[in-house]
């Protein structure tokens, strides 16, 4: 099973290990190969910035930094609990995620 399919951009997911555990952010990015997704508001760093002329963000920026996939869950849209993901099939062989905690489809 690959990353990309169980965790999508734009998913709703909480932190459940780690520095930012119980966090919750929408999903940025997926990086399927390295199994880390990177979410907002998520596992920030302080990035030092030198001054140049032509950079508005001079200074400190905070940015996020990917985090490893199975540090994150799923959050329900429907009971809103982070979840783990399942697969079904609908009739016409298209393949939906659905919620392990209330078996309501995803997507
Ligand atoms: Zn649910």
């Not at 200074?59 to 399942?86: F, Y």
């Amino acid at each position: 099973m690959t990353v990309g399919l169980k965790i999508r951009r734009e998913d709703m997911v909480v932190v459940i290990a780690g520095r930012d555990r119980g966090k919750k952010g929408k999903v940025q990015r997926v990086f399927p190969r390295d199994g880390m997704v990177m979410v907002e508001g998520v596992n920030m760093v302080t990035r030092h910035q030198r001054a140049r002329p032509n950079l508005r963000q001079a200074g400190r920026v905070q940015q996020e930094v990917a985090i490893g996939v199975s540090k994150v869950m799923l959050v329900c849209k429907h009971c809103d609990k982070g979840t783990r993901v399942g697969f079904r099939l609908l009739e016409g062989g298209k393949r939906v995620r659905y919620c392990k905690e209330c078996q309501e489809t995803i997507d």
